[in-house]
């Protein structure tokens, strides 16, 4: 593993910028030795080029609490085939295994298909968490990896928090109705963001996923209307 004074030194000259509305951060420079390998609302995940079996998930310094937070729960969860390794904590970053495979939104943009086994990883891994005390909240399609078929969880740093968005349930059940019908099909981007934000504009107590996934089905030809 790197001497951690030196890898201190080479994250803190990683520059991004977060947002209080939950958008994606903006990236400003990263040191030509790390390669970006993903970004989200709180942090950058960069790796090494000489320790490519490793990740750091780097967070803003406005999102410190959250990495407490993430750091406390992979403590918690241990050893587990659902979940990522974590190697140690710094200032600012965690140190993660790294996980191989498309996330389950690049199987859709991809036309890769999702087993069924996936989503009974995901099923069984949100039991085990539940298991150790923990809230599994905010899984979705960017959080979790398909690995030689099976189910890999990445973000772990909201299960400290109560709640739940509904979002997996929701996600499960689109699968059981509407899946077949797109199976092994590539569903461009643009598709996937519109449906993803009617989705957030419509979602509440009496949301039914049968009838919004209907309207869209409908809309492009999947399933004839009523």
Request: charged share 25%; aromatic share 12%; hydrophobic share 35%.
């Amino acid at each position: 593993m790197m001497d951690q004074q030196k890898l201190e030194l080479l994250i803190k000259q990683i520059d991004f910028h977060s947002y209080s509305d939950n958008r994606i951060v903006t990236i400003r420079s990263i040191p030509s030795e790390l390669e970006l390998i993903g970004k989200g609302t709180d942090a950058v995940v960069v790796r090494h080029l000489d320790q490519p079996h490793m990740v750091y998930k780097v967070y803003s310094p406005e999102r410190i609490e959250k990495l407490e937070n993430e750091y406390a729960v992979y403590r918690q969860l241990g050893d587990s085939p659902y979940f990522c390794v974590c190697y140690s904590k710094g200032s600012r970053f965690l140190s993660l295994s790294y996980e191989e495979g498309p996330t389950l939104y690049e199987c859709l943009e991809q036309g890769i298909e999702i087993p069924d086994q996936v989503i009974a990883d995901v099923e069984q891994a949100r039991s085990y968490v539940r298991s150790l005390g923990l809230n599994p909240r905010d899984i979705h399609l960017k959080n979790v990896i398909m690995q030689d078929g099976h189910a890999k969880i990445l973000d772990v740093s909201e299960y400290i928090y109560p709640g739940d968005d509904g979002r997996w349930n929701h996600l499960v059940q689109a699968y059981d109705l509407f899946y077949p019908l797109i199976k092994g099909k590539k569903i461009p981007i643009w598709l996937i963001e519109w449906i993803k934000k009617s989705y957030y504009k419509q979602v509440g107590e009496t949301f039914s996923v049968m009838e919004f996934g209907k309207r869209f089905a409908q809309l492009f030809g999947l399933v004839k209307p009523d």
